[in-house]
């Protein structure tokens, strides 16, 4: 596939096959994922990869978090989508493996001591963090679907980040995001575009 066919093909998948997916398989779309971009050249991301019995035991986790979403759906969307959604939250869609994606815990986000300047350092750090790994799972799905993967790139189960980090045992990050995966099991429709959203300024 073309680059251009890759990047209209990839979808949110919220339905999966139960078919394992290859251990070499995952390995392979996360070395490469690793080249993506990252402020300063920090690659500040971790990432943790789940499956067998853990993948069970962290999706009861995540199936929580579309409790706690449960009332801003309801505000946003039709009563459809809100279900739609609390289904898939409760197996995530019984996608077999599980990504989560960490970066550090900056200082001043535990040290209320800091001056304004380096709280201000470190926000700006953070979210430099969390750009680097946006870039870095937009590789990891874009690569997936090359290999006839699906994914479903979620930010929910920071609801449940605490439950998360000890089921992890981390203390000393702060967890971005997850990623679902596995062989998709449904073809959802093309999603249209937002227009005019792209501004030439000087041409």
Not at 65 to 81: S, T, V
Not at 130 to 141: G, H, R
Not at 143 to 150: D, F, H, I, Q
């Amino acid at each position: 596939m073309e680059l251009k066919e890759i990047l209209k093909g990839r979808r949110s998948i919220r339905k999966f096959k139960k078919d394992p997916v290859p251990r070499e398989l995952l390995e392979e779309i996360l070395e490469a994922s690793l080249w993506a971009p990252s402020g300063k050249n920090r690659q500040p991301w971790e990432i943790y990869v789940v499956g067998g019995e853990k993948r069970d035991e962290l999706a009861k986790l995540i199936a929580e978090a579309g409790k706690h979403l449960k009332p801003k759906l309801e505000e946003l969307f039709p009563e459809k989508i809100v279900k739609i959604t609390l289904q898939f939250f409760e197996n995530v869609g019984d996608a077999p493996v599980i990504i989560l994606f960490y970066i550090p815990k900056y200082e001043y986000a535990v040290n209320n001591q800091m001056s304004g300047h380096e709280r201000h350092f470190n926000e700006e750090n953070r979210i430099e963090a969390i750009m680097s790994v946006s870039a870095l799972v937009e590789n990891l799905m874009l690569l997936a679907y090359e290999k006839g993967l699906g994914t479903c790139w979620m930010t929910g189960p920071r609801y449940v980040a605490d439950d998360i980090d000890r089921f992890l045992g981390v203390t000393d990050k702060e967890f971005v995001c997850a990623v679902v995966l596995g062989y998709p099991d449904q073809t959802p429709p093309v999603p249209p575009r937002k227009s005019g959203k792209i501004q030439f300024i000087g041409f």
